[in-house]
C-alpha cells in the first residue's frame, strides 16, 4: 500500500512541475513542450497511473 501511495505522490508532484513548467515556458515565449516539460510530465503520467492501480488492487 505504501509503494502505491508513494507512486502516486512522486507521479503527482512531478505532473504538477510539468504543467507549472508548461504555463512558464508559455508565458516567456519559449516553446512550451521544451526543457523539463515533456519528460517529468511521461514518467509523472504513468508514476500516477501506477500508483492508482497498486492502490486499487490493494483496496479490494
Do not use: Q
Not at 507512486?7 to 515565449?29: E, M, P, Q, Y
Amino acid at each position: 500500500m505504501l509503494i502505491g501511495i508513494g507512486f502516486f505522490i512522486v507521479g503527482f508532484i512531478l505532473v504538477s512541475l510539468a504543467t507549472i513548467s508548461f504555463k512558464l515556458r508559455a508565458i516567456t515565449n519559449k516553446p512550451a513542450w521544451g526543457g523539463i516539460t515533456l519528460p517529468s510530465g511521461l514518467i509523472g503520467g504513468i508514476a500516477l497511473v501506477i500508483g492508482v492501480i497498486i492502490i486499487a488492487l490493494l483496496m479490494r
